[in-house]
């Protein structure tokens, strides 16, 4: 019983953060598209409305899978070879937002510029 | 082959230091290579099972599925962390008294081991599938052949245990009477910054829309992504550009566990260790 109550303690804990969920995500309109080819981002630099929530389309046309991170823009999602994700960014404010791909680092360089 | 090997290290890194951290908190533990070995067998085999399916995953929950499964396993370890570290702070004193009696103590400490193995199976599944993600690319691609992935695979994942090692073997340096209480204060600032992490997913995600606003911008003091930046990650939370939530979630943990060790503390033992003292 003891045993009980302390793992119901602690996933309360976790779950008392649930309160500030939303039902749904915020869904936002058409996608911006980013194509991933020989490891460099097409086009490097893409136009976003700013503070609006705005979703990036990352097609990867490469073979390799990589991993689509911004610490600016605080995302980080892996694509697979010859796939595509949705990601998710803003509201931003006005500015530059760079983003870089992990697995190609040297060559896998762009930014958002939300204004 | 150098490239590989050493994004396959920092991820290696990031289980890696969770692993040496359980390892030191576990140190004179009955059976808890076991229980770790399990953790780390259990991550790797379920890192395959997620790679596998992670296009699948992806397009979950409206394109969502990557964050929400980010975020719900990084949300199992702090519940299994904030457990673990109530248990202990429940049985530590018998647990310590009785550590040479087979039975009744012992056979509840699997509990909490099988906790923590849970901690070290969610880091070794969440590394090890962008690991697998990562080199599978790589082979499929006609980049690399299989001797280049082998080395810069089993080069990144050599120093990674390495450095792990060496993280293990400076705790244990710790005198026995301080040990406990550090990893015990390392286990909580884990939880914490996995709860940080995993706020950061949700909002990723959409499903937090609150607290976005972020506080400060250290990255021109220690990037999150440098080798220190991501070693601190790991152990204490730490990240250059933490929003709201996220600092709201790491002070709320760290403060919740606390919590819940002082109550677990004052429970009276059980009803064997009672009945095996009043029989002394």
Redesign the interface.
């Known amino acids: 019983m003891?045993?009980v109550s302390?793992?119901s303690?602690?996933?309360a804990?976790?779950l008392?953060?649930a309160a500030?969920?939303?039902a749904?995500?915020?869904?936002a309109d058409d996608a911006i598209t980013i194509v991933i080819k020989d490891h460099k981002f097409e086009p490097a630099e893409v136009k976003v409305p700013a503070n609006k929530?705005v979703t990036l389309l990352v097609d990867n046309q490469?073979?390799?899978?990589?991993?689509f991170?911004s610490?600016?823009m605080?995302?980080?999602?892996?694509?697979?070879?010859r796939?595509q994700?949705?990601?998710?960014v803003g509201?931003l404010k006005p500015g530059r937002y760079p983003f870089f791909g992990?697995?190609?680092e040297?060559t896998a360089q762009g930014a958002v510029i939300a204004e | 082959m150098l490239?590989s090997l050493i994004?396959v290290f920092r991820e290696v890194l990031e289980a890696g230091l969770i692993v040496g951290i359980v390892l030191a908190a576990t140190q004179g533990v009955v059976g808890r290579g076991r229980w770790i070995a399990l953790g780390i067998v259990g991550g790797i085999i379920g890192s395959c099972i997620i790679a596998a399916f992670?296009?699948g995953i992806?397009s979950l929950?409206?394109?969502?599925g990557?964050?929400m499964f980010n975020a719900t396993v990084l949300?199992i370890a702090?519940?299994?962390l904030?457990?673990h570290n109530?248990?202990m702070a429940?049985h530590g004193r018998e647990l310590a008294r009785d550590m040479k009696a087979v039975g009744h103590a012992v056979r509840?400490g699997e509990?909490s081991l099988a906790a923590l193995a849970i901690v070290i199976g969610v880091a070794v599944l969440r590394e090890g599938s962008?690991i697998v993600?990562?080199l599978?690319?790589?082979l499929?691609?006609?980049?690399g052949g299989i001797a280049t992935v082998a080395a810069g695979g089993l080069g990144g994942v050599a120093l990674g245990a390495l450095v792990s090692v060496l993280l293990y073997a400076g705790l244990v340096q710790i005198p026995t009477r301080h040990l406990f209480a550090t990893t015990t204060w390392l286990l909580t600032l884990l939880a914490a910054g996995m709860?940080a992490t995993a706020?950061?997913f949700?909002?990723?995600?959409?499903?937090?829309?609150?607290?976005?606003t972020?506080l400060w911008d250290s990255?021109g003091i220690l990037?999150?992504?440098s080798l220190i930046g991501q070693a601190l990650h790991v152990l204490v939370g730490y990240t250059?550009?933490p929003?709201e939530?996220q600092l709201i979630?790491y002070v709320?943990?760290v403060a919740?566990?606390l919590l819940?060790t002082r109550?677990?503390a004052g429970?009276p033992p059980?009803d064997r260790s009672r009945v095996a003292s009043a029989a002394e």
């Open positions: 003891r045993r302390l793992l303690a602690a996933c804990l976790a008392s953060g500030f969920l939303s749904a995500p915020v869904r929530r490469d073979a390799t899978s990589e991993e991170e610490g600016e605080k995302v980080e999602k892996i694509v697979g070879g796939k994700i949705k990601v998710m509201p992990e697995f190609h040297a | 490239a994004i992670a296009d992806s929950f409206a394109d969502t990557q964050e949300l702090v519940v299994m904030a457990w109530a248990w429940q509840s509990k962008e993600l990562f599978t690319g790589i499929a691609s006609e980049e709860a706020v950061n949700l909002a990723q995600g959409g499903m937090l829309n609150a607290g976005g972020v990255s990037r999150d992504n250059d550009r929003t939530a979630a709320g943990v919740g566990i819940l109550w677990a429970k059980s």
